[in-house]
């Protein structure tokens, strides 16, 4: 039986000889996984009709990406119904989320050729990475070089729209080196949408004779229109400019049955907000925020199949703001976790983690487990817990419109989920059902219906309870795959929400192409949502891409082509039909 489980994990799923590294400290295959992590390829990155990464990340069930500028000049995620702050995002596994808001925590600097997969772990994830993993973590796995290769893309678009790039990647007997610039701007689709950006990344590796060191350096500036971002129906013709720099250096040493992984890594985000541009001197802020630290973790190979896991963290976040003040946060961690073969069907997670702040100790559990009763259905179902503390803006923040609180206190959570994935040879499927419960939840409300003013406040406690089903089928020429997700919310909460409970109840996504690697390549995918009290909206986009010659393919695109008039966030409508094409070249 183990040679037949064995045979069909790797000949039915792709996702089975990719080790996943976001789920668990230890990376470990599909089998093994007792958690749901879902991953897109470079290749699907590749022949998605999308411009950014939130684009790519909305066809990921139970992923909800409310953007608010185009080209993901800046977007909200939301996993499982969590708010745009109870998300983590990692790149190669390092901390990026932004202290001042979780509205600039996809504000990265990293470019689309750059991406090799994403991993997405959906639900609680705080005893693998402490804070913020409340709805599930993002993990981008950017590319290592393993040959020589140069690829530039060109593409142009409506409303003066253009975006060109190019990687340039060498790599020798143990030293390679990675190069890339993407830069684009456009008029926008109206008043206050205009954007410019620049990303900038470099990486340099040196394959030792113990393992693999890397050091990577990313720098990103972005010049956006804000129109009513954070002031929906105030009609603010607002401003902002972001600029990220990064720096990372990672090692991985292996002797033996014992792997040593230690990284160091030191980020900084500049964000100026002009809430009037036609009147800078109405009102406007500056903040810069710093976060920096290191981290090492050991693997160890345990007797019968098993690895155990455990390191320790040290870092630090600090803020310099002309309107949130100056403040500095440093942080500890211990964690631990211990994977564990128990037959050739049974797998399990035991883990937990330790982190130690101002806001105190917080110790956050995780237990999983897996099991194969036939060879082609894994059952699998975890428990743990999760917290969040406040972000530096709803602590501190003041302008006419919000006020923050800077007696708030972390939120907690009590998250759990079963689920099945059935595998076969040319389509796969799952589902979970999963449940959160959260207290001292953080939202900007209304405390009447008289107010006018946002404050941060704990708001008391909240049950979220979801299904997720989703299903990818490969039939003779055509591939397709399709996601649901329906989410249920029990509050005591009386008061008018900004943000927190604006998660989809309903959201359905599909994609249809065709299969293998053919001349021409059509792909049309749709996402449907429904909004508690907002309605529902449909948009749907198709790309046809083409190979010209084994060097040089172009596209034509078109988003939104039912010309839908929508919000993904209250107050800020989305560009209508948008037609574009590119060209691309490689070496």
């Not at 913020?132 to 290592?144: E, L, P």
């Not at 309107?323 to 994977?339: I, K, S, T």
């Not at 069907?345 to 897996?370: E, M, N, Y």
Request: aromatic share 10%.
């Amino acid at each position: 039986m183990r040679l037949t489980l064995v045979f069909l994990f790797l000949t039915l799923t792709r996702a089975t000889d990719t080790l996943l590294v976001t789920g668990s400290r230890i990376p470990r295959t599909f089998p093994a996984m007792t958690r749901q992590v879902q991953t897109i390829t470079r290749e699907e990155i590749g022949y998605l009709p999308a411009h950014s990464l939130a684009d790519i990340l909305d066809r990921i069930v139970s992923m909800d990406m409310q953007q608010r500028g185009p080209y993901g000049m800046q977007t909200d995620a939301s996993i499982r119904g969590a708010t745009f702050e109870q998300v983590l995002i990692l790149v190669d596994g390092v901390r990026y989320n932004n202290t001042q808001t979780g509205h600039h925590h996809l504000d990265l600097p990293v470019a689309l050729a750059d991406i090799q997969r994403i991993e997405v772990l959906s639900g609680h994830g705080s005893a693998i990475y402490g804070a913020d993993a409340f709805g599930g973590v993002i993990n981008i796995v950017t590319q290592r070089g393993k040959k020589d290769n140069f690829r530039t893309r060109v593409a142009l678009a409506e409303h003066s729209t253009y975006t060109a790039g190019f990687r340039l990647g060498r790599q020798g007997d143990h030293i390679g080196q990675s190069l890339s610039v993407e830069r684009s701007a456009s008029d926008g689709y109206w008043t206050g949408t205009d954007f410019k950006s620049l990303i900038l990344g470099s990486q340099f590796s040196w394959d030792h004779t113990k393992g693999k060191a890397r050091l990577t350096a990313r720098y990103a500036d972005k010049d956006f229109g804000a129109y009513d971002f954070y002031t929906p129906g105030k009609e603010m013709p607002s401003r902002e400019k972001t600029a990220g720099r990064a720096l990372e250096l990672a090692n991985t040493w292996q002797t033996g049955p014992v792997k040593v992984a230690s990284q160091a890594f030191f980020r900084q985000h500049y964000d100026k907000f002009i809430l009037d541009r036609f009147d800078p001197l109405l009102y406007q802020n500056e903040h810069t925020t710093q976060g920096y630290g290191v981290e090492t973790h050991i693997e160890v190979l345990l007797p019968d199949h098993g690895k155990l896991a455990v390191g320790v963290e040290a870092a630090s976040d600090l803020i310099r703001s002309s309107n949130l003040g100056n403040h500095q946060l440093p942080r500890y961690a211990v964690f631990l976790e211990v994977n564990s073969m128990l037959s050739s069907r049974l797998f399990t997670d035991l883990g937990g983690r330790l982190d130690i702040s101002a806001w105190g100790k917080q110790f956050s559990p995780v237990l999983g487990i897996s099991y194969w009763p036939i060879p082609v259905c894994k059952v699998r179902a975890s428990a743990g817990r999760a917290f969040r503390s406040p972000s530096f803006t709803e602590l501190y923040y003041q302008d006419p419109y919000n006020q923050g609180r800077a007696s708030l206190v972390p939120e907690e959570a009590v998250c759990g989920e079963v689920g099945v994935d059935l595998v076969r040879e040319g389509w796969q499927a799952g589902t979970n059902i999963f449940f959160r419960h959260q207290r001292n939840l953080i939202d900007w409300v209304h405390l009447t219906t008289a107010d006018t003013i946002w404050r941060a406040i704990n708001t008391g406690q909240t049950d979220i309870i979801g299904w997720e089903v989703s299903g990818s089928i490969e039939y003779r020429v055509i591939t397709a795959r399709l996601n649901y997700t329906l989410l249920h919310l029990e509050s005591n909460n009386r008061y008018t929400s900004k943000y927190a409970f604006r998660f989809a109840r309903h959201h359905l996504s599909a994609s249809i192409g065709p299969a293998g690697k053919p001349r021409v390549r059509p792909v049309i995918t749709a996402s449907y949502k429904a909004r508690p009290d907002e309605g529902h909206y449909l948009v749907l986009n198709a790309k046809v891409s083409t190979r010209l010659t084994k060097k040089l393919d172009c596209y034509i695109e078109g988003t939104n082509l039912l010309d839908e008039d929508y919000e993904a966030v209250t107050g800020v409508p989305q560009a209508g039909r948008w037609l574009g094409a590119g060209i691309g070249f490689r070496l």
